[in-house]
């Protein structure tokens, strides 16, 4: 039976990372730009003070606990694109991102901790829930649903249709048969005259 690894605190100069993830930052009619997904970690200083950092933006978020200072630091890297893109031409603020995502000393410390955090979440069998790709899946779903509503609406509206045509053809016989009626009627009724 293979026995599970112990795992260790990773800590970085600011403290023991305690979270990883992933973000995006969404386009919008404010932001127009498709960035792709941002690393981070959640890091504790103390019992009440927590840190997440963007590794790739080199940007901060505070709070007292993880989440706030995961929502800070999001909050905060949104900011910063969205002013990095409208202070700067196309071509400076692209440049300005190729900088931030080129490694130092600073992000391959945080890197290499990122790569240790997932290493330990293999080892204790866990997983990142990806949101992006469960939205992704999600979508592809809803496409896949739609598109088979839409094959359902072509059917509905051929049913529609052929019924349309076989009510017609249903009023025609019927009026035809009245027609019969009404002629067998009148020989019928010519027949018994001509008896009488």
């Known amino acids: 039976m293979e026995e599970k ?15 990883i993830g992933k973000f995006k930052i969404p386009k919008t009619d404010d932001f127009n730009y498709d ?19 963007c590794i790739h933006l080199h940007i901060d978020g505070y709070g007292k606990t993880e989440e706030e200072a995961d929502k800070n630091m999001m909050k905060n890297a949104s900011f910063f694109l969205s002013q990095n893109f409208s202070k700067l031409s196309a071509e400076d603020a692209w440049d ?18 990122y790569h240790e955090f997932q290493i ?14 469960e939205l992704f899946f999600h979508f592809s779903q809803l496409v896949k649903r739609e598109k088979e509503l839409e094959n359902l609406a072509d059917d509905l509206e051929k049913a529609r ?13 019927i009026e035809m048969m009245g027609k019969v ?16």
Do not use: Y
């Open 120 to 133: 330990q979440l293999s080892i204790q069998g866990k997983h990142i829930a990806d949101p992006v790709a």
């Open 161 to 173: 249709r052929e019924l349309e045509s076989r009510e017609s053809q249903l009023e025609d016989r």
């Open 96 to 113: 300005n991102l190729r900088d931030l995502f080129k490694s130092d000393d600073w992000s391959n410390e945080l890197w290499t901790a």
């Open 181 to 196: 009626w009404l002629i067998a009627n009148l020989i019928s009724k010519m027949r018994l005259e001509w008896v009488v």
């Open 5 to 19: 690894a112990i795992c260790k605190p990773i800590m970085v100069s600011r403290g023991e990372v305690v979270g």
């Open 35 to 53: 960035i792709q997904l941002l690393s981070f970690l959640s890091i504790r200083e103390s019992d009440n003070s927590f840190i997440s950092t």
